[in-house]
């Protein structure tokens, strides 16, 4: 019997976390549910033009990575963006009202808290940059160096790279220690290298 | 009135982080601009941008602005009495906007509209 469970674990795939951070509105919700759909058949998070449409941490278990006979067992997890302040204003904007701009940016910062605590326990972080904006903000340099301190798995997505102004040499040269895979979210385009990578560094 | 407030990295030798923490938001809630001497590492920045968003809340907006950079003898500015490179913290109230116009040298419009300009 024992013999037959050994057996049975030998052949179970891998399992691992890959969580998507990043500052607000780089396209975590948009890459997540490209990776649910490819790998599960149904998305993960909704997406909005709002910022801080994710305000909670949403998981998705058991996603059966299979790519080119890499077999993964994998939680998929989406994150509220992460930012040093949240204004109600920037809400208002979107054509909220006061109080429910004030609500909105409640669960915002509770949801960046939770995002902030989560990033300990992360296996694989894909780290979702836009590649329309010089990456020298400090949130990006903050959760890069956080990630290395706890020697986290690493993989920098420079998305909308479907964007004419997109530049995703220029986040490379910034950090040009990690892996920088160029990706549109949107447009589905570079998730097959995302997922290359993806196997190697969870494997 | 909107100050500036120094706080050398003897000043707060010793403090736990999290009272650290503390200090450095009791002074941001009574709308200070903080400029910290003090290396803080990534996972400490991380600390504080939550405890700031857990702890400071205006009329307008919830957390902080933090901008760390760095002093050393080739800047002329307030502080150029350093002899290595120093890490400084400046940390305001997140509905102030933080730019840096040149190296060293940084603008902090605050809620109230008030702009301050400093070159350290």
Redesign the interface.
Known sequence: MSGLLSKLFRNAPKQASVCLVGEVNTGKSTLANRIAKDFAGEELSEVSEIPHETREIKKMEHVDFNIEGAKLDLTLVDTPG????????EFMEHGLGQEDAMNR??EA?SG??SS??F?KEVDVALVLMDSTKPPFD?VS??????L???KTKTIIVANKTDLEEANASLIQSTFPHMKVIPISALKGEGLDLLYEEIATVAA | MTQIEFITSSRVEGLPDGNLYDFILDRVLEDRIVVLEKDLDASQQMELIARGLEKVATDSGIGINFVPFYVTTHVNGIIRSKQQEVQFNLITSGTSKISENQEGHFSVETESGELISAAF
């Open positions: 992460i930012a040093t302040a949240v204004n109600f204003k940016a409640k910062t960046i808290v902030i605590k990033l400090q340099l903050t959760i890069m160096g956080a290395e301190m706890n």
